[in-house]
């Protein structure tokens, strides 16, 4: 991998990573393109660098609400002798359990269909009609106006859905930030609480999975890795990703998540020209 591969690889992870435009689809079209070996453990390494990258910017960007948060949690400990009351009275506790049941969600989906996901990897037509299915998320979201509910009133099941989104999203051209923000909203949520949600609950989600992956990556490693460009990919994935992180929250409080719609249709169609009706000719 050369570096300047390595930083479009950077900037394409970071911007689509938070945008909902489904940043696993950009980079199967983009490893297609540059003929790069998704297997090979150049590659697997430098997912794994621009995935962990773009946790380093939600974190970065949620800085006070996690520190908000982390000091509230703390000092509702003490009602953990009487859980039920502190899952009503503080929202740290409840944030707590909404979130966990909402990653054990994902869990579930991941256990049961990654056989399936993997297959969207090697096939980009799949990850075409994935970007349509996202495209079609977006626009319904768009037009639902009323969303005043709090995470007060957002129950467990509502998790479990939006969990369950999250685990739909493994498929390459689906969203997960699109996919959880847009499921939250549609459930009522408030699109404030909508997006910070989803972005929390991405942290452990994205770590788990880079565990997942990475377990036994390095014991396995036989040839020389370009360091360089795995290092300088993940720079640009985290600082993109932060500008991309603040532009998506924007755009949510405004209703105007219609424009990453209409780009998720014409990378579609331009996806399918560029891999089946040019290789038709």
């Known amino acids: 991998m050369s570096y300047l591969e390595a930083v479009l690889l950077g900037i394409v992870q970071g911007l689509t990573e938070f945008l909902p435009v489904s940043s696993s689809g950009h980079l199967v079209i983009l490893q297609h393109f540059f003929e790069l070996n998704p297997e090979s453990p150049e590659m697997i390494l430098f997912d794994l660098a621009v995935h962990l990258g773009t946790v380093v910017a939600i974190l970065v960007y949620y800085r006070q609400s996690i520190?908000?948060?982390?000091?509230?949690?703390?000092?509702?400990?003490?009602?953990?002798?009487?859980?039920?009351?502190?899952?009503?009275?503080?929202?740290?506790?409840?944030?707590?359990?909404?979130?966990?049941?909402?990653?054990?969600?994902?869990?579930?989906f991941y256990v049961l269909f990654n056989d399936i996901v993997e297959e969207g990897f090697e096939k980009p037509w799949i990850v075409s009609v994935c970007w349509i299915v996202t495209g079609c998320v977006l626009l319904a979201t768009d037009y639902r106006r009323k969303c005043h509910r709090s995470l007060r009133q957002f129950g467990i099941m509502a998790a479990i859905l939006?969990?369950?989104?999250?685990?739909?999203?493994?498929?390459?051209?689906?969203?997960?930030?699109?996919?959880?923000i847009c499921v939250a909203i549609l459930l009522g949520l408030h699109r404030r609480w909508a997006g910070e949600f989803s972005f929390l609950i991405g942290v452990p989600a994205i770590v788990g999975a880079l565990l997942i992956k990475g377990i036994g990556f390095f014991n396995n490693i036989s040839d020389p890795l370009g360091w360089g460009p795995i290092l300088l990919g993940s720079v640009v994935s985290a600082v993109v990703g932060f500008a991309a992180l603040s532009l998506l929250i924007w755009t949510l409080r405004k209703a105007r998540l219609k424009y990453f719609a209409i780009y998720c249709y014409l990378i579609a169609v331009i996806s399918l020209i560029v891999f089946y009706g040019l290789n038709s000719v």
């Open 67 to 108: 520190k908000k948060y982390l000091s509230h949690l703390g000092g509702s400990l003490k009602d953990l002798n009487h859980p039920i009351l502190s899952y009503g009275r503080s929202a740290s506790v409840r944030f707590t359990v909404l979130a966990g049941v909402a990653i054990f969600g994902t869990g579930v």
């Open 162 to 180: 939006v969990g369950l989104a999250q685990g739909v999203a493994l498929f390459p051209g689906i969203s997960r930030s699109g996919s959880t």
